[in-house]
């Protein structure tokens, strides 16, 4: 179901979760591909920056920006340990991200179910592939760690990412 390759990029992610981890940032990590070519790797520094909008995903999609731009024909990637909310998504699609890999899904917050045909003409042209990767259950395991040891923050949210 899943290629080494998406196996290999997904644990690349995963390490930097669980570097967010050490630092008392929400564990989730995003790396970015460009025709199996590693662009990138970002974490959730949201806490740490004092700034909720630092997620993983639009922090890397910042970071590689033009490395995007200067793209025209190769498949950009974006692997990610937790599910993306829509401002990641929002950021992927027009970074021109052509598919999504997560490890985690997040039923609370996230994007896959979206039917872009809600969205306009332009969105619906630019909407990446979604697919649930590898390491699911890891990266499902240090998410409900964090929000655990952070319960006075997560507890309601927690409750509900566990159903």
């Known amino acids: 179901m899943f290629s080494q390759i998406d196996i290999n990029f997904m644990n690349l992610a995963l390490n930097e979760a669980k570097?967010?981890?050490?630092?008392?940032?929400l564990p989730v990590g995003?790396?970015?591909?460009?025709?199996?070519n590693l662009e990138g790797i970002a974490g959730n520094s949201?806490?740490?920056?004092?700034?909720?909008?630092?997620?993983?995903?639009?922090?890397?999609?910042?970071?590689?920006?033009?490395?995007?731009?200067?793209?025209?024909?190769?498949?950009?990637?974006?692997?990610?340990?937790?599910?993306?909310?829509?401002?990641?998504v929002g950021v992927a699609v027009l970074s021109r991200v052509d598919e999504i890999i997560y490890a985690s899904p997040d039923c609370v917050g996230g994007i896959s179910r979206i039917n872009p045909e809600h969205l306009g003409e332009w969105y619906k042209k630019h909407w990446p592939i979604f697919r649930e990767g590898p390491l699911k259950e890891e990266s499902y395991?240090?998410?409900?760690?964090?929000?655990?040891?952070?319960?006075?923050?997560?507890?309601?949210?927690?409750?509900?990412f566990k159903q």
């Not at 006075?152 to 927690?158: A, Q, T």
């Open 19 to 25: 570097n967010c981890y050490s630092r008392g940032d």
């Open 30 to 36: 995003a790396v970015l591909t460009i025709d199996n």
């Open 46 to 88: 949201a806490k740490t920056n004092r700034d909720w909008t630092s997620h993983a995903e639009s922090s890397l999609l910042h970071n590689v920006s033009w490395k995007l731009k200067d793209n025209k024909s190769g498949t950009a990637r974006l692997y990610t340990t937790w599910e993306p909310c829509l401002m990641c």
């Open 141 to 160: 395991n240090l998410l409900v760690k964090y929000m655990e040891e952070n319960r006075k923050i997560w507890g309601n949210f927690l409750e509900k």
